[in-house]
């Protein structure tokens, strides 16, 4: 873990948190891509009356489709699945869950419409490093845990505020919040202090 949170910052010394956003997502992008192509495993069977493993396949249903790896007749590798409004998760499962490094684009139909995450999953849900957009123009860089907004973050809002410090099961814990005049807010446990 100690490595990793010495990677990131030594990844943010070298570019802007934007630029490193751009080049985490190339990079994501690039190896779907590259998985995607010149692929190894066999296409699974037309007919699912045999358990679909260690094969590349596409399943459809309800207006959901799920194109990827599948073992032991679950999704476990990388794949791409987009639901019937639009949302749509790339990047890595297991057991039939997102589980791993992805991409979350919610669909213009869904109620977080425009919203998108790129990072860790477990249990299909956010869970470790990660960078979650709102449609509002908000944008979260930070730790998850479970779904929620959970460690050492940096929040920039659509309004010019910033919070840099820690969440707490979704909102802003401990940190400082700066504001677009110049002025600092305290934030302890939750609250603001004067």
Request: with cysteine; glycine share 16%.
């Amino acid at each position: 873990m100690i490595q990793i949170d010495w990677l990131i910052h030594f990844a943010y010394s070298l570019v802007s948190k934007e630029e490193l956003m751009k080049r985490v997502l190339l990079g994501l992008v690039i190896a779907v891509i590259m998985t995607g192509s010149g692929y190894a495993l066999q296409d699974c069977p037309n007919s699912l009356k045999k358990k679909w493993h260690n094969c590349f396949g596409t399943l459809s249903g309800g207006g959901d489709k799920y194109i990827g790896e599948w073992q032991n007749g679950k999704k476990n590798g990388q794949g791409t699945y987009v639901w019937a409004d639009g949302t749509k998760y790339i990047g890595e499962w297991k057991n039939d869950k997102q589980s791993g490094k992805g991409a979350y684009t919610y669909g213009k139909t869904s109620k977080f419409s425009g919203d998108e995450y790129i990072g860790e999953f477990e249990n299909s849900l956010p869970h470790g490093q990660g960078i979650y957009k709102f449609s509002n123009g908000d944008k979260y860089i930070g730790e998850f845990k479970n779904g929620l907004q959970d460690g050492k973050c940096e929040y920039y809002m659509a309004n010019g505020n910033k919070f840099v410090g820690e969440a707490r099961e979704g909102s802003p814990h401990n940190g400082n919040l700066f504001l677009p005049n110049g002025n600092k807010i305290l934030i302890v446990n939750g609250k603001a202090k004067k």
